[in-house]
């Protein structure tokens, strides 16, 4: 069974960047898309940014591209997300899930790691 380990999360005030980092246990074919969630109080679970491990394709969703990059080192089986010019919106709960379809939707991963905090202050 894959499992995934969520750091790097903090606070920051607005503008600022903090990187995250997920490590995986391990890689198979259940976990060919590796991505990046976040939920905020309140709020449904949104899909920040994928990458396919093969060949590192990449998407983002609308609401961080351009700020954020999603990466990954695959000698030491981690994921990154490099998070830039942080808003206050962008405070949430930041889960790292492992799947294999390249999505943004939640109900496609079915490996969750078990979160790490971002809080942005204005």
């Known amino acids: 069974q894959v499992q995934l380990v969520e750091s790097g999360g903090g606070s920051v005030q607005a503008g600022g960047s903090l990187r995250l980092s997920c490590a995986v246990s391990?890689?198979?074919?259940?976990?060919?898309?590796v991505a990046w969630f976040r939920q905020a109080p309140g709020k449904e679970r949104e899909g920040v940014a994928v990458i396919y491990r093969g060949a590192g394709n990449t998407d983002y969703a609308d609401s961080v591209k351009g700020r954020f990059t999603i990466s990954q080192d695959n000698a030491k089986r981690t994921l990154y997300l490099e998070m830039n010019s942080l808003e206050p919106d962008d405070a949430a709960m930041y889960y790292c899930?492992?799947?294999?379809?390249?999505?943004?939707?939640?109900?496609?991963?079915?490996?969750w790691g078990q979160g790490t905090q971002v809080t942005v202050s204005s």
């Open positions: 899930a492992a799947g294999s379809r390249r999505s943004l939707r939640q109900a496609d991963y079915n490996i």
């Open positions: 391990a890689y198979t074919l259940s976990s060919a898309f």
